[in-house]
């Protein structure tokens, strides 16, 4: 019986995320501060009195969300627990995928928030406003979707940016393609094609000038061998070589999020239970839909660190 880490991506974000565990746990409550200092600003507060649209932003939500993944490791440290004892794999939905790193030692926390804060000002600074797009394609499957795409683009960026699952697709790429593209899968027999209200084209092609910010920013910060093996989003594989995961932190800015596969690939290997650690409990929505003979379960409050302690001794 194999157990798995995953961290939730951007979209779990909510407003008082973390509060009870930094309230319950003194060590949950450092990484706040952590974070605040490495970022010179008072993220806590904003995570925790908003306002939401504010912590709603990319820049804010990638270095929140990560705080709260991390605070919850922390209070499952703090009473004992080991996580190279006790987890075989972590993994985490793209911004979660440095949560997952930061849980497993290969970043600090303080790296990992100045990280994402660069990553999430790379992302947003890309792509001009109004010039991407991002659609959610819901009833078609994988190879359906990436046709519509190639059709679709005429010479535009236009791909397949999540693969989340049980029917669930995000497309991205320039505005006038991905509206063709959702067009054509609607046309194609989608139950749905809905336009997402995002700020920037996300894992597509045009976010190439923040994959070299990224390039540069992880080349400086300090990093050791993770605890336990990563499954990347890009490559799913577990992988324990920091450079290589480096490479592949890169490539996931403008590559595709293989959340579907890595679920399969955790079922085929072995994995039992799925643990979502951090904010709310929507990679434990789509694991369940993905593959209903692993178990899943959160741990993002005080209770919920309580039962994982008890279920994994």
């Known amino acids: 019986m194999a157990i798995a880490f995953t961290f939730p991506g951007q979209g779990s974000q909510a407003l008082g ?24 600003e008072k993220l806590s507060k904003l995570i925790w009195e908003g306002p939401e649209e504010t912590l709603t932003l990319t820049a804010n939500a990638q270095p929140a969300l990560m705080a709260v993944s ?21 993994a985490g939905h793209s911004l979660g995928e440095y949560s997952a790193l930061a849980a497993a030692g290969m970043f600090s926390v303080a790296d990992a928030a100045k990280l994402l804060r660069i990553r999430g000002n790379a992302m947003q600074a890309a792509v001009p406003a109004g010039v991407g797009a991002m659609a959610a394609i ?9 046709a519509a795409c190639a059709e679709a683009a005429q010479g535009s960026v236009c791909q397949i940016a999540n693969d989340n699952g049980a029917g669930q697709l995000v497309i991205s790429g320039e505005k006038a393609a991905v509206e063709r593209a959702a067009k054509l899968c609607t046309d194609k027999g989608a139950k749905r094609a809905l336009m997402l209200q995002v700020s920037a084209p996300f894992h597509s092609a045009l976010m190439a000038p923040a994959a070299d910010v990224m390039r540069e920013a992880l080349s400086k910060v300090a990093k ?22 480096v490479k592949r932190l890169v490539e996931q800015v403008t590559g595709r999020v293989r959340w579907r596969e890595t679920v399969e690939w955790f079922g085929a290997n072995g994995v039992t239970a799925l643990y979502e650690v951090g904010a709310g409990k929507v990679l434990s929505g789509l694991a369940r839909r993905i593959n209903r003979d692993v178990a899943t379960a959160a741990i993002g409050t005080p209770a919920d660190v309580e039962a994982a302690l008890a279920a994994l001794g």
């Open 70 to 90: 991390m605070a919850a490791i922390r209070a499952l440290d703090s009473r004992g627990f080991v996580l190279k004892d006790k987890v075989a794999y972590v």
């Open 224 to 245: 050791q061998a993770p605890a336990v093996p990563v499954v990347s989003n890009v490559v799913v594989q577990p992988l324990s070589d920091p450079d290589e995961i």
């Open 138 to 146: 819901l009833g078609l499957d994988e190879p359906a979707v990436e």
């Open 17 to 40: 995320m973390g509060k009870d565990l930094a309230e319950a746990f003194p060590e949950a409550r450092k990484v706040f501060e952590e974070v605040d200092d490495a970022l010179g």
